[in-house]
């Protein structure tokens, strides 16, 4: 039976992966290559703690001390890893008002 230490390092060290390569996506946008590189290995990295936090909880292990976190932590990640599928490059998402172009449109008029 594998140890509920080595479970939690496991965790930490897929979230720890998934965590440092959506601060530095912006990095590797700017090649495409490079970008759907690192969505997959984002995805990946949470889908694998998603299932190594569904195990920890399984094992009887805690996170930060409560037997309760795992597995919600677990929905979060499988929601991240479908976010971190998501290429929006390019896409007006938000439909509303770009904050560089309101000063604009009154210095146009």
Not at 1 to 18: A, D, N, R
Not at 76 to 91: H, P, S
């Amino acid at each position: 039976m594998v140890e509920v230490e080595f479970i939690s390092m496991l965790v930490q060290t897929f979230c720890g992966i998934s965590a440092i390569l959506f601060m530095f996506v912006a990095t590797f946008s700017r090649s495409e290559k490079a970008e759907l590189l690192v969505q997959n290995i984002i995805f990946t990295s949470l889908l694998l703690a998603a299932a190594s936090l569904w195990w920890l909880s399984l094992a009887g292990g805690s996170l930060w001390g409560s037997n309760y976190v795992p597995r919600p932590l677990s929905i979060v990640c499988i929601v991240l890893a479908i976010a971190a599928r998501m290429n929006i490059k390019g896409k007006n998402v938000s439909f509303g008002a770009n904050p560089h172009s309101i000063g604009r449109h009154v210095e146009e008029e």
